[in-house]
């Protein structure tokens, strides 16, 4: 079996045997307000997050031209679709505050570039690791400008076929490559979950972290990922699940964040490392339960396996087997020992 590699993100490191790391998206949830973009990094950072995650796009490049003009209803009043795109989009002055605001508060933060434009902007910033949408999959152009950053790239799966998974892998390899299992639904109904895709996910792409970025309502799937084996999760943060916005109904308010990673740390404690031992807490227990004591060691018929010589274990083993008493065994038996 192929060694899980590891990704480092400044001094933490994602893979098999890490503690899981937990990134807070916050995306477009600012709304376009930096004040409550500050207030959700430091909600992130209260619920206990390694990392928050905002998004960048170029309207120009990322909204069909047919769309631009369709005008739709929004809190700033009727407005055309690409104008819309404007109003919730961080410039280089919101992007450097945000910059310094997790800095000093110690936090690592990191976008979702959805073009290459993109990629140029949030590079400036020097980012620890990049991550491309479900969306983005299938653009392998973008993929490859992601990558040639040097950094490691996180690539969600949503909305996408084995086959198409194949491909975005096959065009940035599997170093510094991280994957997370996700179904693009906002929000999405627990059929269409499908955990069971991170053991295929591993299988398919052996060495690579995988990990679950999370749409649906509720905490209990992410949970389950966990114990599931993935390595990082990704869950939507909001201030209110009522606020206007296409992706605050899938989110998740900040102490519910942090209910999910208090959680997510015991689940981790929990699941141990699968060496069965008698406890010390088990031992009062034992001592007042248990019938037939052991001391902590094995009897055969009687015998403690710590009192027998290797000869006279021989000799057990040997009788349990052909139904004879141990002790008028050949002498031969000895010879293995003298």
Known sequence: MQRENKVKVNHRAIGSGEPVYVVAEIGINHNGSLELAKKLIDGAIFAGCDAVKFQKRTPELCVPQAQWAVERDTPWGRMSYLDYRYKVEFGPDEFAEIDRHCRERGITWFASCWDEAAVAFIREFDPPLYKASSASLTDHTLLKAMKDTGKPLMISTGMSNMAEIRAAVKAVGVENLLLAHSTSAYPCPVNELNLRMLDTLRCEFPGVPVGYSGHEVGLAPTWAAVTLGACFI????????????????????????HH????????????GDGIKQVYQSELKVQKKLRRVQTNGHHHLNGYSQ????????????YGAILDHDPFTLPSELDAHYE
Do not use: C, K
């Open 306 to 317: 710590q009192s027998l010589s290797a000869p006279e274990l021989t000799r057990f083993l």
């Open 234 to 257: 990704e869950r939507h943060v909001t201030l209110d699940r009522a606020m206007w916005g296409s992706d605050q109904a899938a989110s998740v308010e900040v102490m519910g964040l």
């Open 260 to 271: 999910l990673v208090r959680n997510i740390r015991d689940i981790e404690t929990s699941l």
